[in-house]
């Protein structure tokens, strides 16, 4: 039996940075992360034996260092947690920095800036501290809303006048790159000289593209992840539109039937993934072939 790799596969940049940035700060002292580093229930239980431990907030926090995830926070958090005196090891992934720095320097410029992104997600909340007047959008119809009246938009049609004459798109940077090109052709078809900025990070595209690609080759697909993964999700269900997918957390969810009369199989994770998880899962697989 053939056992393929898709070829990116794994903790993204930032989650790999991140962890490694954390580990070797920390010294002996206990360290704690506002809200899981990934979601990634082994990673994490394997971060507790390194004395890494989750705070779902402040009053959570029994050390006094604590980890600024990869997907940043907002400006209020950092200063309240430097205010409480806390050590910070600051995890944020520079791509996620480079978005705040962006949002702040447009909102000083006088642009409008909209965020394509989640609420409720904490990185779009860490982006809108850097812009407090930026405005969180989900797709066309909030910029309908938004535009609508604006001396520069082209027509108007529906909503309220915000008397709007710079705006600016940015991303969340795990968002959906072909509804953030449909909102920027929205944009531009409705508005005069928007400008648009494409700060969506390429690791789960480049993920999804590459599993796509290795589960047309192979007999069965393994796709390695939490299941609370949404980017590991959306790889099992891009695979199993394709070939006969199972989605596992760990080596020990195998089940060798799986893998009888196979020829190939392919092996693919999420970008929560560690790398130890995809070695041991490949490692049974072997025993199987
Ligand atoms: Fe950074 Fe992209 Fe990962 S923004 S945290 S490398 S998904």
């Given at each position: 039996m053939k056992i393929l790799i898709a070829k990116e596969a794994g903790f993204c940049f930032g989650a790999e940075?991140?962890?490694k940035l954390i580990l070797s700060k920390k010294g002996k002292e206990k360290v704690f992360t506002l809200g899981p580093l990934v979601h990634n229930g082994e990673f994490i239980k394997y971060l507790e034996t390194r004395?890494?431990?989750?705070?779902?907030?402040l009053e959570d926090i029994k050390s006094d260092k604590v980890a600024i995830r990869s997907h940043g926070v907002s400006k209020e958090l950092e200063e309240e947690l430097k205010a409480k005196d806390f050590k910070l090891i600051d995890a944020t992934c520079p791509y996620v920095k480079r978005v705040q720095k962006l949002a702040e320097k447009l909102e000083k410029e006088g642009y409008k800036v909209?965020?394509?992104?989640?609420t409720i997600h904490s990185e779009v909340q860490g982006i809108k501290s850097y812009a407090p007047k930026a405005i969180i959008i989900k797709g066309i119809e909030d910029?309908?809303?938004?535009?609508?009246?604006s001396p520069d938009a082209r027509q108007s049609k529906v909503g309220i006048s915000l008397g709007l004459k710079k705006i600016a798109l940015i991303s969340q940077t795990t968002q959906n790159l072909e509804e953030f090109e449909k909102l920027a052709s929205f944009l531009r078809a409705n508005y005069r000289n928007p400008k648009i900025f494409n700060t969506i990070c390429d690791a789960t595209e480049k993920r999804q593209e590459a599993a796509r690609q290795l589960a047309q080759k192979v007999d069965i697909m393994i796709v390695i992840g939490g299941k609370n993964s949404s980017n590991t999700t959306r790889l099992k269900e891009i695979c199993e539109e394709i070939v006969l997918t199972h989605h596992i957390e760990n080596e020990?969810?195998?089940q060798k039937n799986w893998f009888l009369k196979v020829k190939s199989v392919g092996v693919t994770a999420g970008a929560s993934t560690p790398d130890f998880s995809i070695k041991a899962v490949l490692n049974r697989i072997k025993n199987y072939a």
């Open positions: 940075r991140a962890s004395n890494v431990f989750v705070a779902s907030d909209l965020i394509f992104g989640e910029v309908k809303k938004i535009i609508k009246g020990k969810e195998l």
